[in-house]
């Protein structure tokens, strides 16, 4: 099973990535999907979850408004799109399959991750 994350890069303050993370191995259509992030010497964090059917959504406060998280069954893949991107933005980013259906906030409601792709926002 494996989660391969991309899209990450180099991008300045007020700019957009879409991030994408396509799973193989074994379909997660009956769990929910999330994205994580750490910057350098700090904690793994929340950023954003969705439903297995894709119904519901659930973000951290600091990107509301301004990342998107989709999830395309048919493809095993899930995406966030980050637009409005601040220098605190910039961090490993993580997707993550959950336990169950729907998950929350925490690692630890997550039992299958990616890699991580690098995310760098410049001032």
């Known amino acids: 099973v494996q989660l391969q994350a991309s899209g990450g890069g180099l991008v300045q303050t007020g700019g957009s990535l879409r991030l994408s993370c396509a799973a193989s191995g074994r379909t997660f259509i009956n769990n929910a999907m999330g994205w994580f992030r750490q910057a350098p010497g700090k904690e793994r964090e929340f950023v954003a979850t969705i439903s297995w059917s894709g119904r519901s959504t659930s973000y951290t406060d600091s990107v509301k408004g301004r990342f998107a998280i989709s999830r395309d069954n048919a493809k095993n893949t899930v995406h966030l799109q980050m637009n409005s991107l601040k220098p605190e933005d910039t961090a490993v980013y993580y997707c993550?399959?959950?336990?169950?259906?729907?998950?929350?906030?925490?690692?630890?409601?997550?039992?299958?991750w990616g890699q991580g792709t690098q995310v760098t926002v410049s001032s």
């Open positions: 993550a399959a959950g336990r169950r259906p729907n998950s929350g906030w925490s690692p630890s409601d997550y039992n299958y």
